[in-house]
């Protein structure tokens, strides 16, 4: 057996160190942090009950509100307000909001005006929901998301403590029939279990809009988003990246808390909309960007190296067999991960998203790259 690995050749020992230092980072990932999603219990928790201001911002919104709303102001939780930030819209929003506000007494309507001359985006309509909401908790989702429960409130507010100042939840995606439902509720599952695991090993770094608490003094205090406000994203992740930390930071992961949202239905409206979303982690920390850049390059290593490895070399079965190893590790995980945020289905494509989703965002990433240059080209 030994005898395979006598006289070979720099590129095969080259290939052999990338590979087993890709595989040992690998299983470091998933090992370390990412098993822990399979150990987090869903524990009922007992806590006082605080006073919730629900805010979501609406953009021509009109069908969203009309089928997901309801789900929201019908909550089971005795003290808490809606604030949609109706944020310049031309369709029916402003018809459907005002019948609702007929119908619920503890919804609030703000309108921003339209300006065709200034692009606010969804950062002002953020804000202004947070200087319009009369309680120091406030709960975020989107227009086209619906809480897949009466106590979603509930659920999210257990875990506003004295200390904590951010609460993150998870907010998946409707299931759809197509290839492309399954990679985008896969994308949402591996980005939920990296930063629900990431926070509990005290790291905490991003959270999603879509379901997200945190406290309105917290926000002023850290001047909102002022430091990337010129970026159309970042009103969840880089918010969250900035104020959170291993103290301050709880995760909420009972079913009842989950959110779902409307899903892209084309590739190219989700290819743009998950470009838009990537131009923000140049703005992440130092420390959030090397342990995430490092997890990404390991497997684009990986899994390059593997193939090189059983075409160029005649260890083909040595690597095959590391190669199942984190296969195995990693179904595992994926496994546990789909059972703990009911994403039925994924699972058993995780090692094919696995390996589509780095080359995605590794187009996107070197597009944005040079739409950036090409713009301080044109600034220069």
Known sequence: MWADFYNLTVFELVTIGIFGF?????LFYYLFFYLRIAFLKVTDKKNEQFPVSVIICAKDEAQNLENFLPKVLEQ???????????????????????????????????????????????????????????????????????????????????????NTEIVLGYGGYFKRKGFLNKL???????????YFTFAKAGIPYMGVGRNLAYRKSVFFKNKGFASHLKL??????LLVNKIARKKNTAIELSPESFTRSVPETSFSSWYYQKKRHLTTGRYYRFKHKFILGLEIFSRFLFYLSFIAGIIYTHLWLYFTAVFLIRLIVQLINFYAASVKFKESQVFYFGIIFDFILPLINFIIILSNIRLRKKRNGFAN
């Open 22 to 26: 890709a595989f040992i980072v690998q």
């Open 76 to 162: 089971d939780y005795p003290d808490f307000e809606v604030i949609v930030v109706n944020d310049g819209s031309e369709d029916e929003t402003a018809d459907v909001l005002k019948r609702f506000d007929n119908k619920y007494k503890h919804l609030y309507v703000t309108t921003i005006p339209k300006n065709n001359r200034f692009r606010q985006g969804k950062k002002l309509a953020v804000t202004i929901g947070l200087k319009a909401a009369k309680n120091e908790w406030v709960l975020l989702t989107d227009a086209d998301c619906e809480p897949v429960s009466k106590n979603w409130i509930r659920k999210m507010q257990a875990n506003f403590k004295e």
């Open 184 to 194: 985008i509720r896969f994308d949402s599952l591996f980005i939920a279990m990296q």
């Open 232 to 237: 159309k994203s970042g009103d969840d992740d």
